[in-house]
T-cell receptor
């Protein structure tokens, strides 16, 4: 049972345009969400996170939006750069109520930014 | 600053052979430690996590085991590898605060033939 889903396995965007990566989750108990970026043969690196008490968090070119009613979050990258080309993983956890910070990851979306 | 190491970087092993992957963290104390696996075309699956020495929680019943003999050392083992154990194994650490980010090591590419 895939609790975190990234339905688009790949996305191609022109340099300078906006990249929008989507993620859906099924477990309404999740209250903390993260995006990681991964290059081939390397470990994922943390990009940005959002708590369920917010609906938006911004860090430079990266913005994460959370729609709790739809159980959906998205990562916007503006403007997209060729160096952003990587696999992006969405992750969710339940951090309140005594839970640990175990992350449930989606299957990833390969972003290709074309020069 | 904190650093996480994994070795070996790549490993090719025959079916039925044992496995030992090591992960160490520098620059922090009492970290939470995690083992993940990324199988081909799949997401990251949490295998084990540890909140302290000798404390291991298993997320998925399987052919693997984990141990934490020291505060900043996490070991992934198997007595007999299966073909399905092939994948990219990642170790991660985080502080004890639940909102803290998990930081990943460089990973080990395991191929079982």
């Amino acid at each position: 049972d895939q609790q975190v889903k990234q339905n688009s396995p790949s996305l191609s965007v022109q340099e300078g345009r906006i990249s929008i990566l989507n993620c859906d989750y099924t477990n309404s108990m999740f209250d903390y969400f993260l995006w990681y970026k991964k290059y081939p043969a390397e470990g994922p690196t943390f990009l940005i996170s959002i708590s369920s008490i917010k609906d938006k968090n911004e860090d430079g070119r990266f913005t994460v939006f959370l729609n709790k009613s739809a159980k959906h979050l998205s990562l916007h990258i503006v403007p997209s750069q060729p160096g952003d080309s990587a696999v992006y993983f969405c992750a969710a956890s339940r951090i309140y109520g005594g839970a640990t910070n175990k992350l449930i990851f989606g299957t990833g979306t390969l972003l290709a930014v074309q020069p | 600053s904190q650093t996480i190491h994994q070795w070996p970087a790549t490993l090719v092993q025959p079916v039925g052979s044992p496995l030992s992957l090591e992960c160490t963290v520098e620059g922090t104390s009492n970290p939470n430690l995690y083992w993940y696996r990324q199988a081909a075309g799949r997401g990251l699956q949490l295998l084990f996590y540890s909140v302290g020495i000798g404390q291991i929680s298993s997320e998925v019943p399987q052919n693997l085991s984990a141990s934490r003999p020291q505060d900043r050392q996490f070991i992934l083992s198997s007595k007999k590898l299966l073909l399905s154990d092939s994948g990219f194994y990642l170790c991660a650490w985080s502080s004890r605060r639940v909102t803290d980010t998990q930081y990943f090591g460089p990973g080990t590419r395991l191929t079982v033939l």
